[in-house]
């Protein structure tokens, strides 16, 4: 499996850059990285999903170096309502396991 | 509103009832996907749907038994289910069932299942 590596929790202001790493050193080379967020008692959201170099839609980048070991979520300019749980998922390889992921609290 | 709509949004049932949970997706999507997410721990994929055939089945007890009539709904049949049973049951849709794009799924807001 191409385990990923989330930090648990993270904390930031509003109006703040937030960037998310996930780590999935064994990514297969037909992988790709996918973000998700969920808000308590609903079903996750789809973010974004790239396999190489740089992804970006109307809420977020993702940034993916060269040797794909890792990725990162770019939230630009946070609010409170950003304050959820983002997963990283690596796929296929990893057969859809969304893990803990990393719960994000933002401060007014 | 992402396109999934899962009814009911509650139930309580006692464990020797019979219910059914509903899932329609209005995406024009092939994949349809059960997820488990119990208090406090991650989701856990119960079957995968592709084009109305059960592609995946993740050792889930017997006492859940999904349906999948055509490429828009999705029903689970639940029978004498245990109060460890009880959890947010969600629901996805996908366009393809394949990566990449079995990996953008898109859920509907889940069915709060309580056993009693």
């Known amino acids: 499996l191409a385990k990923t590596t989330q930090p648990i929790s993270m904390d930031s202001y509003e109006g703040q850059e937030v960037n998310i790493t996930c780590s999935h050193n064994n990514i297969a080379t037909n992988d790709y990285i996918t973000w998700y967020q969920q808000f308590p008692s609903q079903g996750p959201r789809f973010i974004i999903q790239g396999y190489k170099t740089k992804v970006t839609n109307e809420v977020a980048s993702l940034f993916i170096p060269a040797d794909r070991k890792s990725s990162t979520l770019s939230l630009p300019r946070v609010s409170l309502s950003d304050t959820a749980v983002y997963y990283c998922l690596v796929g296929p390889t990893d057969k859809l396991i969304f893990g803990t992921g990393t719960r994000l609290q933002v401060f007014p | 509103e992402t396109g999934v709509t899962q009814t009911p949004r509650h139930l309580v049932m006692g464990m020797t009832n019979k219910k059914s949970l509903k899932c329609e997706q209005h995406l024009g999507h092939n994949a349809m996907y059960w997820y488990k997410q119990s208090a406090k721990k991650p989701l856990e994929l119960m079957f995968v749907y592709s084009l109305e055939e059960r592609v995946e089945n993740n050792s889930v007890p017997s006492r859940f038994s999904p349906e999948c009539p055509n490429s828009s709904h999705l029903f689970l049949h639940l029978h004498t289910l245990q109060p460890e049973d009880s959890a947010l049951y969600l629901c996805?849709?996908?366009?393809?069932?394949?990566?990449?794009?079995?990996?953008?799924?898109?859920f509907g807001p889940g069915t709060r299942l309580t056993v009693t």
């Open positions: 996805a849709s996908s366009q393809d069932s394949t990566h990449p794009l079995g990996y953008e799924q898109y």
